[in-house]
Nanobody
Framework: QIYLVESGGGAVQAGGSLRLSCAASGLTFSRYCMGWFRQAPKREEVAHINSDGITNYTESVKGRFTISRDNAKYTLYLQMNSLKPEDTAMYYC?????????????RGQGTQVFVSS
């Protein structure tokens, strides 16, 4: 059974920072593409990182968010800087063998991020 557990969400003022973590188990972590999605209310992919460490970001977070992974710790991260009210959403991580399958892959329960103006 694959489990993804997010943490690190919370309330922050605009311009602040948060670091999300996603602890994974039940899979060979290093072989999976990992990603972050958010929903509020529309759902969108925020970023992903493949098994080679190549990253991709949605345009609205480029230069502000950084996705990274620690294969030894089976953990995915999302460093979020210069947060804006429009970043307010439920954030959840996802896993799939191929990045193009992330949208329908394994998913955690999510962690809420609230950015006040």
């Amino acid at each position: 059974q694959i489990y993804l557990v997010e943490s690190g969400g919370g309330a922050v003022q605009a311009g602040g920072s948060l670091r999300l973590s996603c602890a994974a188990s039940g899979l060979t972590f290093s072989r999976y593409c990992m990603g972050w999605f958010r929903q509020a209310p529309k759902r969108e992919e925020v970023a992903h990182i493949n098994s080679d460490g190549i990253t991709n970001y949605t345009e609205s977070v480029k230069g502000r968010f950084t996705i990274s992974r620690d294969n030894a710790k089976y953990t995915l991260y999302l460093q979020m800087n210069s947060l804006k009210p429009e970043d307010t959403a439920m954030y959840y991580c996802a896993a799939a063998i191929r990045c193009e399958w992330l949208d329908t892959g394994y998913r955690g329960q999510g962690t809420q991020v609230f950015v006040s103006s």
